[in-house]
């Protein structure tokens, strides 16, 4: 069951894509006062050391980050992203990478509320030593009182089970993250589910699923059947950064971010930066990425191709 660690992956085309996409939703929840909940299903340890043994196996860092930390012509809403990791390595060599609870804590508010759920025994243990770390630093520079307590909650929890809880949030504003390792195929499920249940409790939500493109049919279908679930509107990005290979042959070429109820602002800037990505990340010509966007009942197609 707990075989999947996310520490292997980290810093790859697919945390690129997932965490640019997330911290750009907050920083659009962040242009109005009125606080709002971060909610991260599946929250992995929240950073990653990429000389340690895990992130070194196969350096996929080299996939995203890697090649993005020396380019100098970064599109403005990706260099955001690339910069809060530039903050986490003062000393200009990269050696840590932020997890999804990391970029919320640090873009989020004092006012706004960050749960996260992890399952992995080792894994909630580093996400809350993490967290403890950063409000020991938050401390000694006397910028924030305190990280945890009321604005961040970790638990050692089921992040489906526990989404329902918290839904509506009091401020009526919230993002919520769903990020599974979709190793085990009921992932794919457990997340349209949890999805179809959250928009009852909460329609006005806007939520952000990151998926894999796998040969497996379950990977194949998920975008459709995410498309039929009752939002107001979707939006589906997916970067492949080369030609398409049997699974597990030669790591994955190519994920998806699938937010339902996204801001108005995020398909502009993505059709100014996946371009971009693209052509930074590209490892052959079947470098590409595909944006669309629809209502449940008209998916109207809008799709770039490098
Ligand atoms: N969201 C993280 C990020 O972007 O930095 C990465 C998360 S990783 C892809 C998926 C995590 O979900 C793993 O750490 C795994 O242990 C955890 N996990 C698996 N099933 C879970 C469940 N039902 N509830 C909460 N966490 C779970």
Same mark, same amino acid.
């Given at each position: 069951?707990?075989?999947?660690? @996310? #520490?292997?992956?980290? !810093?790859? @085309?697919? $945390?690129? /894509?997932?965490?640019?996409?997330?911290?750009?939703?907050?920083?659009?929840?962040?242009?109005? $006062?009125?606080?709002?909940?971060?909610i991260?299903?599946?929250? *992995?340890? !929240?950073?990653? +050391?990429?000389? =340690?043994?895990?992130?070194?196996?196969?350096?996929?860092?080299?996939? !995203?980050?890697?090649?993005?930390?020396?380019?100098?012509?970064?599109?403005?809403?990706?260099?955001?992203?690339?910069d809060?990791i530039?903050?986490?390595?003062?000393?200009?060599?990269?050696r840590?990478?932020?997890?999804?609870?990391?970029?919320? +804590?640090?873009?989020?508010?004092?006012? $706004?509320?960050?749960r996260?759920?992890?399952? @992995?025994?080792?894994?909630?243990?580093?996400l809350?030593?993490?967290?403890?770390?950063?409000?020991? @630093?938050?401390?000694?520079? =006397?910028? &924030?009182?305190?990280?945890?307590?009321? &604005?961040?909650?970790?638990a050692?929890s089921?992040?489906?089970?526990?989404?329902? #809880? /918290?839904?509506?949030?009091?401020s009526? &504003?919230?993002?919520?993250l769903i990020?599974?390792?979709?190793?085990?195929?009921?992932?794919?499920?457990?997340?349209?589910?949890?999805?179809?249940?959250?928009?009852?409790?909460?329609? !006005? =939500?806007?939520?952000?699923?990151?998926?894999?493109?796998?040969?497996?049919? +379950?990977?194949?279908?998920?975008?459709?059947?995410?498309?039929?679930?009752?939002?107001? $509107?979707?939006?589906?990005?997916? /970067?492949?950064?080369?030609?398409?290979m049997?699974?597990?042959?030669?790591?994955?070429?190519?994920?998806?971010?699938?937010?339902l109820?996204?801001?108005?602002?995020?398909?502009p800037? /993505?059709?100014?930066?996946?371009?971009w990505?693209?052509?930074?990340?590209?490892?052959?010509s079947? #470098?590409?990425?595909?944006?669309?966007? *629809?209502?449940? #009942?008209?998916?109207?197609r809008?799709?770039? +191709?490098?």
């Amino acid at each position: 069951m707990f075989s999947y660690r @996310h #520490a292997f992956h980290a !810093g790859n @085309h697919a $945390d690129v /894509l997932k965490h640019f996409i997330t911290l750009q939703l907050l920083q659009y929840l962040n242009q109005k $006062d009125t606080a709002y909940s971060y909610i991260d299903t599946h929250s *992995g340890a !929240g950073v990653y +050391e990429l000389d =340690g043994n895990f992130a070194s196996k196969n350096a996929e860092y080299e996939t !995203g980050i890697g090649p993005l930390w020396k380019l100098d012509d970064v599109p403005a809403p990706l260099k955001e992203y690339v910069d809060l990791i530039k903050a986490m390595n003062p000393s200009g060599k990269m050696r840590y990478y932020p997890g999804s609870p990391y970029i919320a +804590e640090q873009v989020a508010r004092e006012q $706004d509320r960050l749960r996260l759920f992890e399952l @992995h025994p080792a894994d909630v243990r580093l996400l809350a030593d993490n967290f403890r770390k950063l409000e020991e @630093h938050a401390a000694a520079q =006397g910028i &924030r009182p305190t990280v945890r307590g009321k &604005r961040v909650i970790i638990a050692k929890s089921d992040g489906f089970a526990s989404l329902k #809880a /918290l839904l509506p949030p009091p401020s009526r &504003r919230a993002l919520v993250l769903i990020d599974p390792p979709y190793e085990d195929k009921q992932d794919y499920k457990k997340t349209k589910d949890a999805l179809d249940d959250a928009l009852k409790r909460f329609p !006005g =939500g806007t939520y952000a699923v990151w998926y894999p493109l796998l040969q497996r049919i +379950e990977s194949r279908n998920f975008a459709e059947k995410l498309k039929q679930l009752p939002a107001s $509107d979707w939006l589906n990005v997916v /970067l492949t950064i080369k030609k398409p290979m049997p699974d597990g042959v030669d790591g994955l070429h190519s994920s998806g971010m699938f937010i339902l109820n996204p801001p108005y602002t995020l398909e502009p800037m /993505l059709k100014q930066v996946m371009p971009w990505l693209v052509k930074a990340l590209a490892k052959d010509s079947g #470098a590409r990425f595909t944006l669309e966007s *629809g209502t449940p #009942a008209t998916a109207a197609r809008n799709t770039g +191709e490098r």
